[in-house]
Each structure stands twice: as C-alpha cells, then as structure tokens.
C-alpha cells in the first residue's frame, strides 16, 4: 500500500490546487453562481480516500488502492465544473482528464480503462446537453460535438498510451516473479542436497560460520555432531544403490522427525551427516541423539524394505570460544571413529567435552 498511499498523497496535493484555482476563478467571474459549493468536495473526497486506505478499511475491498473510484470521481467533479464555467474557460477544465489516466495506468487494467473514458464521456455528454438547454447565449452544435470529439480523441489516446505503460508493468512484475522463483530454486540448489532435502555442506559451512558468531557475542553452548550410517557399503551391496538412496532418505525423514526446530542437520558427504546444536550443552546432545536412535528403531527399515535395517554411529563434541570450528568438527570426527571401533550403533562424547575421557553411549537393552 506504499505506492498507493504516496499517489494518493500527490493526488491530494493536484486536488488542492485546483480548489485554490477554482477559488481565484470564483474571484474573477469565471465561473457561475453554485460553484462554490465544488470546492469542498474537492478537499474533502480525496481526505475520505486516503483515511478509508491508511487505516487499512480498503483492504477488505477488491481493489485496495480504491484507484477507480478516485478516477471516476475526480472526473466527475471535473465534468461539474467544467458545466459551470463560461465558455472561454471550458477548455482549461478538461486539461485535467488525461493525468486522471496518467495516475490510473498503475493499477487500470484494459477494460476498467473503457469503462473510466465511457462514463466520463457520457458524463461530459449529458453536461453539454444540460448547458445547450440553460445556457443564456448557447454555443452550436458544431461547437460542442466538435469540443466532445476533441475530448474522445485525447482520453482514447491517453488511454492507449497508459496501457502500453500498464502492460510494459504487468510484463516487468511478471519476469520479477519468475526472477524471483528462479532465484529460489538456484538457491535451494546451491543450499540443499538434492537427494535428501537436508542441507549440503557448503551451506552448513556457512551455517556453522553465523552460529559461531552467535556463540562468541551470546556465550551459549553450541556442539557439533557427526553421524554415520552404520555398514552403508554392505547396504549398497545388498540392495543396490537405489536401496542405499533410499536408506539415506529414511535417515533424513527420521532425523527431521526427532530433531529440534533449532538444530540443523546437513549431509556432509556419502553416508555422513553433520548436525548443529545450537545452545545445547554436551548432555542435551547426547540425549538428542539418543532421541533419534529411539525413533530410528522404532522403524529402521524403510518402508517396503523390511529386511534393510538403518542404524547410524555419532560423535559428539562441544565447541570452545576460541577454538576453530574445523577443530571441533576433528575433534567430533574423532569420537565418531571410537564410536565405530567400540562396535557402531552408539554415540561417543568427545574427551575435551567434558574434560573426561571419551564416553560411549550404547543403543539400550530395550531398544537393541
């Protein structure tokens, strides 16, 4: 509602204008008696136009900006005064009609265009027809139909002239939406891996970079987990590699199924992930991935593939203030190898997560 209200604004300014205008023309006898009485609608028509958009009332209507109704309205009051000015300054009046076209061709499409230039001209007719009957010394005919051409004429080519600028708009917001479309799928592309919908490692790189930040100016914990499906070579054997893609897209649905809003979980390359914790201390962590594990086995099998069983091994470690992230993400990997040395399907908490040496955390009894 910006560029309607800033029109709406300028509009209001035209109208006062002309009010003062038509005042000075009061003044100098340009006008007959009764005109006065124009004058506030043109102060007061446009203030309802702007209050009814600023307070968002239009909002509820079809056409929000309301741009229609102030043209038919500011033609006719133009129609009015134009029947109660003296024949010499008639011409000066109708000036006004072509800028009610310029202010339209924003929002006016081709057939609001027809139906504004056909009540206006019908407007202008039934005035001139009003005027040919009480006007003490009245002009001919000729006079007047050619004065009604001349208007046709100019409202017929200003209007094509704002709907080519009308239609360039619509072609501009048009390719704006497909710009902006194309731009979110390169994005989604250049963000997200293509085969599990989680997010590629260039972008949790960049990730991990903001919530490094994060940590350093807030001073909350931030851990860092690695996590590798267990015997994914033996899966691609068995099952092929469209079963070893499947296996991935069921570890990716699980995950988002357990995992926090705020954690964030990225393939980072083959059968290994890489998850981000933000504000999470070692233990949260731990028990995080413990969730997961729950909700792998409770279905560790895809669906239609009973006798493939997905589980996964992690490891676990806390980022330090003023260590790099890419120590962190070693020091991750590293329990990650322990936890697969110690027999896999388990979480091992890195040594300086704690100050403690590593500590593994087998899958339990009840889940096994």
Same mark, same amino acid.
Request: charged residues 20%; hydrophobic residues 50%.
């Given at each position: 509602?910006?560029?309607?209200?800033?029109?709406?604004?300028?509009?209001?300014?035209?109208? #006062?204008?002309?009010? *003062? !205008?038509?005042?000075?023309? /009061?003044? +100098?006898? $340009?006008?007959?008696?009764?005109?006065?009485?124009? %004058?506030?609608?043109?102060?007061?028509?446009?203030?309802?136009?702007?209050?009814?958009?600023?307070?968002?009332?239009?909002?509820?209507?079809?056409?929000?900006?309301?741009?229609?109704?102030?043209?038919?309205?500011?033609?006719?009051?133009?129609?009015?005064?134009?029947?109660?000015?003296?024949?010499?300054?008639?011409?000066?009046?109708?000036?006004?009609?072509?800028?009610?076209?310029?202010?339209?061709?924003?929002?006016?499409?081709?057939?609001?265009?027809?139906?504004?230039?056909?009540?206006?001209?019908?407007?202008?007719?039934?005035?001139?027809?009003?005027?040919?009957?009480?006007?003490?010394?009245?002009?001919? #005919?000729?006079?007047? *139909? !050619?004065?009604?051409?001349? /208007?046709? +004429?100019? $409202?017929?080519?200003?209007?094509?002239?704002?709907? %080519?600028?009308?239609?360039?708009?619509?072609?501009?917001?048009?390719?704006?939406?497909?710009?902006?479309?194309?731009?979110?799928?390169?994005?989604?592309?250049?963000?997200?891996?293509?085969?599990?919908?989680?997010?590629?490692?260039?972008?949790?790189?960049?990730?991990?970079?903001?919530?490094?930040?994060?940590?350093?100016?807030?001073?909350?914990?931030?851990?860092?987990?690695?996590?590798?499906?267990?015997?994914?070579?033996?899966?691609?054997?068995?099952?092929?590699?469209?079963?070893?893609?499947?296996?991935?897209?069921?570890?990716?649905?699980?995950?988002?199924?357990?995992?926090?809003?705020?954690?964030?979980?990225?393939?980072?390359?083959?059968?290994?992930?890489?998850?981000?914790?933000?504000?999470?201390?070692?233990?949260?962590?731990?028990?995080?991935?413990?969730?997961?594990?729950?909700?792998?086995?409770?279905?560790?099998?895809?669906?239609?593939?009973?006798?493939?069983?997905?589980?996964?091994?992690?490891?676990?470690?806390?980022?330090?203030?003023?260590?790099?992230?890419?120590?962190?993400?070693?020091?991750?990997?590293?329990?990650?190898?322990?936890?697969?040395?110690?027999?896999?399907?388990?979480?091992?908490?890195?040594?300086?997560?704690?100050?403690?040496?590593?500590?593994?955390?087998?899958?339990?009894?009840?889940?096994?």
């Amino acid at each position: 509602m910006h560029r309607p209200l800033a029109l709406m604004l300028v509009s209001f300014l035209v109208y #006062l204008g002309n009010a *003062l !205008l038509l005042q000075w023309a /009061v003044g +100098l006898d $340009l006008l007959r008696q009764g005109a006065q009485w124009v %004058i506030p609608w043109m102060v007061f028509g446009p203030a309802v136009f702007y209050a009814l958009a600023r307070s968002g009332w239009s909002a509820r209507l079809k056409e929000p900006s309301m741009v229609m109704a102030q043209g038919l309205y500011c033609a006719l009051l133009t129609v009015l005064v134009y029947a109660f000015s003296h024949h010499d300054v008639r011409g000066f009046i109708l000036c006004i009609l072509p800028l009610i076209i310029m202010f339209g061709q924003f929002t006016l499409n081709g057939r609001q265009f027809a139906v504004f230039t056909g009540c206006t001209m019908a407007a202008l007719t039934a005035a001139v027809l009003l005027m040919r009957r009480f006007d003490e010394v009245p002009r001919g #005919l000729s006079a007047d *139909l !050619l004065e009604l051409v001349y /208007v046709a +004429l100019i $409202l017929g080519t200003s209007t094509s002239i704002a709907l %080519i600028g009308a239609n360039i708009r619509q072609k501009l917001m048009a390719s704006r939406v497909e710009l902006a479309e194309a731009l979110s799928r390169v994005h989604a592309l250049a963000t997200t891996d293509a085969l599990t919908g989680l997010a590629n490692r260039r972008h949790m790189q960049d990730l991990l970079a903001e919530e490094v930040k994060r940590h350093r100016r807030l001073g909350h914990p931030l851990c860092v987990a690695l996590l590798d499906l267990d015997h994914f070579k033996r899966i691609n054997d068995l099952h092929g590699h469209q079963g070893g893609d499947e296996a991935l897209r069921h570890f990716a649905r699980k995950a988002r199924e357990a995992l926090r809003e705020i954690d964030v979980l990225a393939r980072w390359g083959g059968e290994e992930f890489l998850l981000m914790m933000p504000a999470t201390s070692p233990e949260q962590a731990m028990s995080g991935l413990l969730r997961l594990r729950q909700c792998l086995a409770e279905q560790a099998h895809p669906p239609g593939m009973p006798d493939l069983r997905i589980t996964f091994s992690a490891g676990v470690a806390l980022h330090h203030l003023n260590a790099a992230i890419e120590h962190t993400i070693d020091q991750a990997d590293k329990a990650l190898y322990q936890a697969k040395a110690e027999g896999r399907d388990r979480v091992c908490l890195a040594p300086d997560a704690t100050g403690a040496s590593a500590e593994a955390t087998p899958l339990a009894p009840e889940l096994a």
